[in-house]
Protein backbone atom coordinates (compact mmCIF):
# COMPACT_ATOMS: atom_id res chain seq x y z
CA UNK A 1 0.00 0.00 0.00
CA UNK A 2 1.20 3.66 -1.05
CA UNK A 3 3.94 2.31 -2.90
CA UNK A 4 4.41 2.96 -6.76
CA UNK A 5 3.98 0.05 -8.69
CA UNK A 6 4.29 0.88 -12.24
CA UNK A 7 3.68 3.68 -14.99
CA UNK A 8 0.48 4.18 -17.31
CA UNK A 9 -0.35 6.03 -20.64
CA UNK A 10 -2.83 8.84 -18.65
CA UNK A 11 -5.86 8.46 -16.17
CA UNK A 12 -8.78 9.20 -18.84
CA UNK A 13 -7.69 6.16 -20.93
CA UNK A 14 -8.88 4.31 -17.75
CA UNK A 15 -12.05 2.55 -16.08
CA UNK A 16 -12.64 1.89 -12.22
CA UNK A 17 -12.90 -1.90 -12.04
CA UNK A 18 -10.50 -2.29 -14.97
CA UNK A 19 -8.38 -4.71 -15.00
CA UNK A 20 -4.46 -3.63 -15.29
CA UNK A 21 -1.61 -5.35 -17.35
CA UNK A 22 0.30 -4.75 -20.06
CA UNK A 23 -2.85 -5.09 -22.37
CA UNK A 24 -4.07 -2.21 -21.93
CA UNK A 25 -1.26 0.31 -21.12
CA UNK A 26 -0.26 -0.26 -17.72
CA UNK A 27 3.00 -2.10 -16.49
CA UNK A 28 3.25 -2.96 -13.20
CA UNK A 29 5.81 -4.58 -10.81
CA UNK A 30 3.49 -6.61 -8.27
CA UNK A 31 4.68 -7.74 -5.29
CA UNK A 32 5.94 -11.61 -5.10
CA UNK A 33 3.11 -12.02 -2.63
CA UNK A 34 0.37 -10.83 -4.96
CA UNK A 35 2.20 -11.91 -8.31
CA UNK A 36 -0.23 -14.72 -9.71
CA UNK A 37 -3.12 -12.12 -8.39
CA UNK A 38 -4.93 -9.92 -10.94
CA UNK A 39 -5.16 -5.85 -10.01
CA UNK A 40 -7.72 -3.77 -11.23
CA UNK A 41 -8.24 0.04 -11.04
CA UNK A 42 -9.88 1.50 -7.62
CA UNK A 43 -9.24 5.14 -8.24
CA UNK A 44 -8.17 7.80 -10.45
CA UNK A 45 -6.40 10.25 -8.64
CA UNK A 46 -6.28 14.14 -9.81
CA UNK A 47 -2.06 13.98 -10.39
CA UNK A 48 -2.68 11.73 -12.75
CA UNK A 49 -2.51 8.71 -10.52
CA UNK A 50 -4.23 5.07 -10.64
CA UNK A 51 -4.47 3.42 -7.25
CA UNK A 52 -4.18 -0.50 -7.93
CA UNK A 53 -5.39 -3.32 -5.85
CA UNK A 54 -4.91 -6.68 -6.35
CA UNK A 55 -8.43 -9.53 -6.73
CA UNK A 56 -10.05 -9.57 -3.00
CA UNK A 57 -9.24 -6.59 -1.70
CA UNK A 58 -11.50 -4.64 0.11
CA UNK A 59 -11.10 -1.74 -1.84
CA UNK A 60 -12.94 -3.26 -5.10
CA UNK A 61 -15.92 -4.25 -3.25
CA UNK A 62 -18.80 -1.45 -2.85
CA UNK A 63 -21.62 -1.57 -0.54
CA UNK A 64 -23.23 1.53 -1.92
CA UNK A 65 -24.37 3.74 -5.18
CA UNK A 66 -25.82 6.99 -6.10
CA UNK A 67 -28.09 6.42 -8.77
CA UNK A 68 -28.11 9.40 -11.12
CA UNK A 69 -31.42 10.56 -13.41
CA UNK A 70 -33.27 7.65 -11.53
CA UNK A 71 -36.48 6.78 -13.97
CA UNK A 72 -39.17 4.99 -11.98
CA UNK A 73 -41.68 2.86 -14.38
CA UNK A 74 -44.54 4.53 -12.18
CA UNK A 75 -43.59 7.26 -10.37
CA UNK A 76 -47.05 7.75 -8.52
CA UNK A 77 -46.48 3.90 -7.02
CA UNK A 78 -44.98 4.09 -3.69
CA UNK A 79 -41.23 2.44 -3.92
CA UNK A 80 -41.29 -1.00 -2.00
CA UNK A 81 -38.92 -1.86 0.74
CA UNK A 82 -37.14 -4.28 -0.46
CA UNK A 83 -36.04 -4.33 -3.49
CA UNK A 84 -33.17 -6.39 -5.40
CA UNK A 85 -30.73 -4.84 -8.17
CA UNK A 86 -28.94 -6.31 -11.08
CA UNK A 87 -26.00 -4.44 -12.89
CA UNK A 88 -25.20 -6.49 -16.04
CA UNK A 89 -27.79 -7.66 -18.60
CA UNK A 90 -27.34 -11.56 -16.67
CA UNK A 91 -26.20 -10.75 -13.74
CA UNK A 92 -27.79 -12.21 -10.33
CA UNK A 93 -30.20 -9.98 -8.48
CA UNK A 94 -28.52 -8.74 -5.52
CA UNK A 95 -30.76 -7.44 -2.41
CA UNK A 96 -30.54 -3.84 -1.02
CA UNK A 97 -32.17 -0.76 -0.03
CA UNK A 98 -33.14 2.24 -1.87
CA UNK A 99 -32.96 5.98 0.10
CA UNK A 100 -33.71 9.19 -0.82
CA UNK A 101 -31.20 11.88 0.81
CA UNK A 102 -31.04 15.57 -0.25
CA UNK A 103 -32.66 14.46 -3.82
CA UNK A 104 -30.42 12.18 -4.34
CA UNK A 105 -31.13 8.29 -4.86
CA UNK A 106 -28.71 6.14 -3.11
CA UNK A 107 -29.11 2.31 -3.42
CA UNK A 108 -27.49 0.20 -0.07
CA UNK A 109 -26.63 -3.20 -0.84
CA UNK A 110 -27.19 -5.74 1.74
CA UNK A 111 -23.42 -7.08 1.40
CA UNK A 112 -20.50 -5.21 -0.77
CA UNK A 113 -19.82 -6.25 -4.44
CA UNK A 114 -16.83 -6.63 -6.66
CA UNK A 115 -17.27 -4.74 -10.10
CA UNK A 116 -19.02 -1.68 -10.13
CA UNK A 117 -17.76 1.08 -12.28
CA UNK A 118 -19.73 4.52 -12.66
CA UNK A 119 -21.35 4.90 -16.05
CA UNK A 120 -23.20 1.28 -15.69
CA UNK A 121 -26.41 1.13 -15.45
CA UNK A 122 -28.69 -0.24 -12.34
CA UNK A 123 -32.18 -1.98 -12.74
CA UNK A 124 -34.33 -2.05 -9.31
CA UNK A 125 -36.63 -5.00 -9.11
CA UNK A 126 -39.64 -5.96 -6.74
CA UNK A 127 -40.00 -9.88 -6.80
CA UNK A 128 -40.33 -9.98 -10.44
CA UNK A 129 -41.24 -6.73 -11.08
CA UNK A 130 -38.75 -3.58 -13.08
CA UNK A 131 -39.48 -0.99 -10.89
CA UNK A 132 -36.61 1.38 -12.60
CA UNK A 133 -32.89 2.24 -13.58
CA UNK A 134 -30.61 4.67 -13.86
CA UNK A 135 -26.75 5.44 -13.87
CA UNK A 136 -24.39 4.34 -11.19
CA UNK A 137 -22.49 7.02 -9.46
CA UNK A 138 -19.97 6.03 -6.97
Same mark, same amino acid.
Given at each position: ??????????????? =??????????? %????? =???????????????? %???????????????????? %?????????????????????????? =???????????? =?????????????????????????????????
Amino acid at each position: EGTSLGTHHGTPFYT =IGQKVGPHIGI %NIKKP =IKDAQRKFYVVEKIKN %NALIVAPEGHPSLKISKIFI %NSLHLINPKNPIPKKLAARIRHLGSL =IPGKLKKQNKKY =IFIFSKPIFGLAPGQHIVLYSHDKIIGGGEIRL
